[in-house]
């Protein structure tokens, strides 16, 4: 019995403790073989890693290839509706922000050689040559861009040897408005007629026409506020109105300067039509009014009334760069003074034709007449004698222009200018002038236009 | 008195008659009025809208898209006009601004606005981009880039797809008839883009010499190499040291083509042809470029066409001109 059972507890034993034995003779290969299971396991892993990154260069490669095979392909399966709203393209926010920062800057300057047959000789506008010699005419800076989504801002400041002036600032507004009007506010070339809208650096004399200086001065600029209307004809035709201040720098207009009054504020009415007759030919016409105190006695008003007409000829096919342009505008002004009503009127016509891309010639007359002279005193003095009426327009005693006219003045300017690029220009012009009460007058003009900064669009 | 009320009446009868004009006219049709600076857009509008859209294009095809006047009809076109697509990379920055000021119409006016569609936008490679600050002592650069994409026959599809995007949520009735027409606009174009491939083939490295810097996407496309310009910098005529200096350099690289857009003078062009032996194309660059093209496609078949078989005269042979490029 106690053999039996220390046999059985020695077995039980053993087989409890075999496990513990056998561990402790097989331990070491064991743990190598873990050991070399793990290696193993690791290389594996760092094989697969590897095999994944190959896999992963091939499927680059491969979209690369496949990118630059099938451009076309992979553009055409993206579906349309599913396409980013396209306002924003291309326009990140920073863009805009530098855009709306931003105003398109330009500098135009204007130089002319001046000859003149005779000492102090007629100049009619503030900026044609003074001098025999070499002038500054005009350095005029351009500040313009997009105040916003609804008012575009248009700046644009003369700098002369008088000075810096301010010739137009004003806001255009861009949004739809009923009658399909639009209005601009501020300090703008008036719409009157034609070459009034026109800068200097645009225009095709060196000088100014006759009229245009006579009658609005070296620019009709007042500070209003304009409505105009684009009326539902089938040609382009534009109705537009401004009033605002009397200050401006013209003999014709001027404040009242007793009164308070909304009816004595200048005035200005312009009619535009375009007719396109075929495409190459198209023919502008208008008419301007305006009217609004002159200043030489209460009440005393000026009304001045003008037709202008513009026809380009330019055949589109085979050659572009010819074209013939036709300009021309006519005044009247009757102006009411304590004594008399003056009646003046003036008209100008030009012809440009460019014969080639760079090259362009020209010709233009202008006359200046009146109904009512004025009288030239001794000493070269403007007075006021009994029953005509040279009117000063002058506070401190200087001669600055006259309503009225001494008599008839007419002017013939042959031109020709060459454009180097868009942005330069050389003129040549020779102006003979004629007046009916002094001595006649040749001027010859070499004249130098420079550009920079923003390209503008031009006007019609 | 009495005049006071008859001006205000007036007025008033006057102000009733334009507003119902103007409704009218808003209204009249369902179509969407599309307006496009050059005649591609227009072309590619045309075959994206179909009956559902009147196009109009301002410039015309064979007029220099850089120099067209701003009539202002075109003002009025603009006002009434639901879209407008234009180039961009100022290609029509000397007349289309002051059309969009004047137009008066939000629809197109602000570059947010749905109707307002610069096709520029949606071209992923836009070519010579200034990487130095542009001064125009190099002559009329753009500074964006070059702006003449649409000579790259593949740049129509992603244009084609701005508009039928556009056009779709526009008039989103439509939107499943716009999408078919882009579809088949597409693959048409695809189809004849390879056509077009396989003739420029064996023509690729073949030196040119063009006008105006603006075949850069077309000799790109079509593996030409430009190897001169007529034009000494953009927009500069050429002068006689310029043409003088480019005959040679042509002689000596063996230059046989020289290719200009039809609205270039061509005075220059063939007298350089005539001095070196080499052809001289006068070729359409836009849609309505000559009588008889009248799509994006004609155009290409026009300007491959003539190429191909330019360069087929002047080279012989397929193989030789291939012979000859590696000499």
């Given at each position: 019995m106690n053999l039996r059972r220390t046999t059985i507890v020695l077995f039980a034993l053993s087989i409890v403790s075999s496990p513990l034995i056998n561990h402790k003779a097989h331990g070491q290969e064991r743990d190598e073989i873990k050991q070399e299971l793990k290696e193993l396991k690791q290389m594996m892993e760092k094989m697969q890693e590897r095999i994944d990154d190959l896999e992963e260069r091939n499927h680059v490669l491969e979209q690369q290839a496949k990118d630059e095979a099938e451009t076309i392909e992979v553009e055409e399966e993206t579906d349309l509706t599913v396409i980013e709203p396209p306002s924003e393209e291309g326009q990140t926010f920073l863009g805009k922000a530098l855009n709306t920062l931003n105003p398109e800057i330009s500098v135009t300057g204007i130089f002319a050689g001046a000859w003149y047959s005779q000492d102090d000789p007629f100049v009619f506008a503030e900026i044609d040559p003074q001098n025999t010699g070499v002038n500054v005419q005009e350095i005029e800076l351009g500040f313009q861009a997009n105040v916003d989504p609804y008012f575009r801002f248009d700046s644009f400041f003369p700098i002369t040897e008088e000075g810096i002036e301010i010739e137009e600032a004003y806001g255009t507004t861009l949004f739809s408005l009923p009658l399909n009007s639009q209005f601009r506010v501020g300090k703008m070339r008036a719409k009157f007629g034609r070459i009034n809208q026109i800068h200097r650096h645009s225009q095709n004399f060196v000088t100014l026409p006759l009229p245009a200086a006579q009658f609005l001065g070296e620019h009709l600029n007042p500070t209003s506020i304009e409505a105009n209307f684009l009326v539902p004809v089938p040609w382009y035709m534009e109705l537009s109105a401004s009033g605002g201040s009397p200050e401006v720098e013209t003999p014709t207009f001027a404040r009242d300067e007793d009164a308070n009054d909304l009816g004595r504020l200048l005035y200005i009415f312009h009619i535009a039509n375009f007719f396109e007759l075929s495409e190459s030919l198209g023919v502008s016409l208008g008419g301007s009014f305006a009217t609004g105190s002159n200043g030489t006695a209460p009440g005393a008003r000026s009304n001045l009334y003008g037709i202008d007409l513009f026809a380009k000829y330019r055949p589109l096919r085979n050659n572009p760069y010819q074209e013939i342009m036709l300009q021309s505008e006519f005044m009247y002004l009757d102006a009411e003074t304590p004594e008399e009503n003056l009646e003046n009127w003036g008209w100008y016509g030009q012809l440009v034709y460019r014969f080639a891309k760079r090259w362009n010639s020209g010709f233009r007359f202008g006359i200046i007449d009146t109904n009512t002279p004025v009288e030239e005193e001794k000493e070269g003095l403007l007075v006021e004698p009994a029953g005509t009426f040279s009117l000063l327009r002058d506070e401190e005693g200087e001669e600055e222009g006259m309503l009225g006219l001494l008599g008839r003045t007419y002017r013939i300017s042959p031109m020709l200018t060459f454009n180097p690029s868009e942005f330069s220009r050389m003129r040549l012009e020779y102006d003979y002038l004629n007046q009916s009460f002094g001595p006649n007058q040749h001027a010859i003009f070499l004249q130098f236009q420079y550009a920079i900064g923003a390209h503008g669009a031009h006007r019609y | 008195m009495k005049i006071y009320t008859n001006i205000r009446f007036l007025t008033l009868v006057f102000a009733f008659a334009s507003i119902s004009i103007f409704s009218e006219g808003r209204d009249a049709s369902a179509e969407v009025k599309i307006v496009t600076s050059i005649p591609d857009f227009a072309a590619i509008a045309k075959e994206i809208g179909g009956d559902k859209v009147v196009v109009e294009s301002l410039a015309k095809g064979y007029q220099d898209p850089h120099f067209v006047d701003a009539k202002p009809i075109f003002i009025t076109r603009l006002n009434q006009a639901d879209l407008l697509v234009y180039n961009g990379l100022d290609l029509e920055i000397g007349w289309l601004p002051i059309l969009i000021t004047g137009a008066r119409n939000s629809d197109i006016a602000a570059?947010?606005?749905?109707?307002?569609?610069?096709?520029?936008?949606?071209?992923?490679n836009v070519l010579e981009i200034p990487t130095a600050p542009v001064d125009r002592s190099i002559g009329d650069v753009h500074p964006g880039g070059n702006p003449h994409y649409m000579l790259d026959p593949r740049n129509g599809i992603p244009v084609a797809r701005g508009i039928a995007a556009r056009l779709i949520r526009m008039d989103p009735e439509n939107a499943s008839y716009y999408e078919e027409n882009f579809k088949n606009f597409a693959s048409t174009l695809r189809l004849k883009i390879s056509e077009w491939e396989t003739e420029l083939k064996p023509f690729k490295g073949t030196k040119v010499v063009t006008y105006h810097k603006m075949w850069i996407y077309f000799t790109k496309w079509a593996g030409l190499t430009e190897a001169g310009y007529i034009e000494p910098k953009p927009g500069i005529p050429p002068s006689p040291s310029h043409v003088a200096n480019l005959i040679k350099s042509m002689e000596k690289l063996q230059v046989k083509l020289i290719i200009a857009a039809n609205f270039y003078p061509e005075k220059t062009a063939s007298l350089v042809a005539e001095k070196t032996g080499a052809a001289f194309l006068s070729l359409p660059?836009?849609?309505?470029?000559?009588?008889?093209?009248?799509?994006y496609t004609e155009l290409f078949d026009a300007i491959v066409g003539e190429v191909t078989s330019a360069l087929k005269d002047k080279t012989g042979s397929v193989k030789d001109s291939v012979y000859r490029h590696k000499e």
């Open positions: - | 570059p947010a606005a749905l109707g307002h569609y610069n096709a520029s936008t949606s071209i992923k660059v836009l849609v309505e470029g000559r009588d008889g093209i009248n799509t």
